[in-house]
């Protein structure tokens, strides 16, 4: 499994006003681990300071979380804490069938 | 811990951390430069996360990986750009040192690129701009990321390569915003080749490549569909933000679905609140939606398997 990892996905990026957490990114990288078998290489694309105010932290945050999880090993769907389906709200049927797809194709 | 009981949770080999030691040389005037990767460096070892992994910070013959994916001619079109350069220098109108956005704009649009720098100067920024070491740096983590993912493997060890500039916007033939080279795409051409450490085999057959950054990655997107072995062999995944003018405005549902003649692309498109949905996404659904609704729902799911995590999940969505 080959991963662009970008972090302008994380919580306080300017630019990509998405919200994932530490926790998110850790979560994350332990599940590729789980679905690869260990055989995952991340690969780091964007993430930028695009006010010059943030220094940085949400990148740096994203960053530290993925190699810790990396560190801490792999992990299955499964093993997610429960709560987290509640924060999964996908937009349109549209989006649902990918995300579907996305799960058929990992299985 | 609750993870400890779970089969799929287990030791995993100790993470290589790939860093290219030159990246000081990638220096650029907006926002893309080494800082970030300097940045990301001090805290990992700050937090002592640095010491517990593997370290590569070599890798040999820079230049050959990343010609087995991108064309001749684009390479020989950036070496010429870099090389001519003197300092920084526009990656889009490759005009040096522009005074401000109309100077450059002036520049695509004579270059024949009307619509100039669309992406950067919506955004009140003068120019892309990246100095002359910047192209050797992608190569150099070309090769980095291709020898980690080699060596992961082999041997199942996850990696985490510490690299810039990013590569997802590159295609075989032309780069896109900050992305000279797809490191990616070209990590996934070196495992597609056959190896003399796997006795002549490829070192995986199959690739599974995800892409969360918050823009869509059409570079590796038009690889995946296009590119003879990464078709045969690659899945691209790319979940990003997708609403009405953001960059790169393409990534919609069912776009470049060609599911049946290999080469799968999967893309999830999520919207910002308050923001408008995209008037320009693809209308057609895609192969997964065709390839549904062609056969029914009883039928589709027994085809898929009845693994709990299927089924939980597709309850949690719907």
């Known amino acids: 499994m080959l991963v662009s990892a970008g972090y302008d996905c994380a919580a306080g990026d300017l630019l990509g006003r998405f919200q994932v957490s530490s926790t998110g990114f850790c979560h994350l990288s332990r599940l590729v681990l789980g679905l690869a078998g260990g055989a995952a290489l991340f690969v780091l694309e ?13 990148l740096v945050a994203g960053v530290c979380a993925s190699v810790d999880g990396m560190l801490q090993g792999a992990m299955g769907i499964e093993d997610l804490p429960s709560g987290w389906r509640r924060e999964v709200k996908p937009q349109t049927d549209a989006v649902l069938d990918e995300v579907e797809a996305v799960l058929f194709l990992m299985t | 811990m609750a993870h400890a009981s779970s089969p799929r949770a287990g030791a995993i080999r100790q993470p290589l951390l790939a860093y290219n030691a030159d990246h000081d040389r990638h220096d650029g005037r907006m926002n893309e430069n080494a800082g970030h990767v300097r940045a990301a460096h001090d805290e990992l070892r700050r937090s002592g996360l640095w010491a517990r992994c593997e370290l590569l910070l070599q890798a040999p013959s820079a230049a050959v990986y990343a010609e087995t994916l991108h064309s001749a001619r684009h390479l020989a079109m950036l070496r010429t750009a870099f090389l001519e350069s003197r300092g920084w220098f526009c990656a889009v109108c ?9 100077e450059c ?39 980095l990321c291709a020898e980690a993912a080699r060596r992961g493997c082999a041997t199942r060890t996850p990696a985490f390569a510490l690299v810039r500039p990013p590569g997802h916007h590159a295609s075989s033939e032309s780069f896109g ?53 990464l078709r045969e062999a690659c899945t691209f995944v790319s979940i990003h933000r997708h609403d009405e003018g953001f960059w790169p405005k393409s990534g919609g ?34 192969w997964w939606s065709r390839w549904r609704r062609g056969c029914s729902r009883t039928r589709c799911w027994c085809r898929q398997g009845t693994t709990a995590r299927r089924a939980t999940c597709s309850a949690v969505f719907r």
């Open chain 2, 177 to 229: 915003s900050y992305c000279l080279l797809n490191t990616v795409g070209v990590t996934a051409r070196a495992l597609l080749q056959p190896s003399p450490s796997a006795a002549g085999a490829a070192l995986a057959q199959r690739i599974l490549i995800i892409d969360w950054d918050i823009h869509h990655g059409d570079g590796t997107q038009a690889l995946v569909l296009g590119d003879g072995a």
């Open chain 2, 94 to 102: 490759t005009l040096e040192n522009a005074a401000d956005a109309a």
């Open chain 2, 253 to 286: 549902v069912g776009e470049g679905s060609g599911g049946a003649a290999g080469g799968r692309v999967v893309n999830v498109p999520l919207r910002v609140r308050g923001t408008a949905t995209p008037t320009t996404t693809a209308s057609s659904s895609g």
């Open chain 2, 105 to 143: 704009m002036a520049c695509c649009t004579a270059r024949g690129r009307d619509e100039g720098c669309s992406f950067c100067i919506p955004e009140g920024k003068t120019s892309v701009y990246l100095c002359a070491a910047s192209l050797d740096v992608a190569l150099t983590n070309c090769a």
């Open chain 1, 46 to 58: 964007g993430g930028y300071d695009v006010d010059g105010s943030s220094g940085h932290a949400p």
